[in-house]
Every structure is written in C-alpha cells, then in structure tokens.
C-alpha cells in the first residue's frame, strides 16, 4: 500500500497507519550473523594462515581438489588461485571450510567446523528473519563453543567468546531499551581494550 506524500504531516500520518511491529527489528539474527560472518570466518582465516601459507595454497588445493565432495564455483578456485598475491582476505566461510576439511591437522577441529557450517547453513535458511530467544541462545552458544575450541587449538587467548558476550550484552540491553547499560558497556569494553 503506498501512500501520496505531499508533506510531511502526510508522511507522519502515514506512518501512524503502520502497525508498530512492522517497524519492530529482531537483532538475534543480526548478531547471529556478525558473528559467523566477520569474527569466525576471520578465526577460519587465521587457522587456514596458521596451516599453510598463501603462496602455497593453489598447490595445496590442486593436491587435494580431487577430493572434493562438492565443486568449487569457478569464483572459488579464482579466489585460491590467486591467493598468493591477495592473501586469505578474500577467502567466504564457504571457501574456508571446503579447504580445512582436507587438512591433516582437521582432527583438532573437524567437529567444530562441521557445527560451524551447520549453523552458518540453518541462519541463511531460516524461513523468515525472526528467531526466538531459545533459538538466538542455542546458536549462541554453540558459536561461542566454536570459537573457544578453536582460539584453543591456535594457542590465542579467548578474546572471541568474550567479544561475543560484549556484542550479545549491548545489543539486547539496547533491545530492551536499556541505552544506559548499553553505553556503559561499551566504555567498559574500550578501558578494556585500552589497557590490554
């Protein structure tokens, strides 16, 4: 339904006619996926770093392409082939798991990658963009597991579990409507990193 604005006490009126749900954000998801997306698809890169170094990754890739369950897309093997002059930086979650599974040292991790992509598959597949509570805390969790195990295995400190307790805190208070815990929160989380 559109409306004709021609002011903006129309644009105002407008507004008033949309239920206050509409407008109403779930930011399980939202949080769901900066998690999986930018912290532990970079702890991926690390650990792909950690494993093999870029020069040798198209050696590495052409060894063990053949045992592939699934194929590359033609952007993904562009991606590994030209590794060695751009780095891992270009490396998705896709292209960071397809190759760790083939590591010898996948023993370590192997469980935690296959939760890992689990999880990234069911929040890019969910029907619609609302997840319960029960649903955020289940992923959440199993994240943060993730994250641990594999922080762990790259002999790191778990700055990651807690960066996701710091982005799971300051986002529900402020969901709550809690701004004051929300930007009390984030002066601590800034003496924090500036002591450290």
């Known amino acids: 339904m559109s409306f004709p604005l021609t002011s903006t006490s129309d644009f ?4 008033t006619c949309l239920s206050f749900n509409i407008l ?7 949080i769901l996926q900066k998690i999986v997306f930018d912290d532990l698809t970079e ?3 690390e650990l792909l770093k950690h ?15 053949r045992q592939f369950t699934g194929r590359l897309t033609q952007r993904e093997e562009d991606i590994i ?35 890992l992509t689990r999880v990234r598959n069911e929040i890019c597949h969910l029907p619609s963009t609302y997840i ?5 805390e289940t992923y959440f969790d199993e994240c943060c597991d993730i994250a641990s195990a594999l922080e762990e295995y790259l002999k790191k400190p778990k700055y990651l579990v807690q ?15 809690r701004t004051d815990l929300q930007i009390e929160a984030i002066k601590n989380s800034l003496t924090e990193l500036n002591t450290g």
Not at 51 to 64: L, P, T
């Open 24 to 30: 109403k954000c779930n930011t399980y998801l939202s």
């Open 12 to 15: 105002n009126q407008g507004l």
């Open 81 to 115: 082939y030209n590794a060695a002059g751009t780095g891992y930086q270009c490396f998705d979650i896709t292209i960071l798991t397809k190759l760790l599974r083939y590591f010898p040292e996948k023993i370590h991790f192997e469980t935690h990658l296959s939760s």
């Open 132 to 136: 319960t509570h029960s649903q955020f």
């Open 51 to 65: 494993s093999i170094a870029d020069s040798q990754i198209e050696d590495y890739f052409k060894a063990v392409s």
């Open 163 to 177: 960066k996701f307790q710091m982005i799971y805190e300051v986002n529900t208070h402020c969901k709550n409507g």
């Open 43 to 45: 702890l991926l890169r």
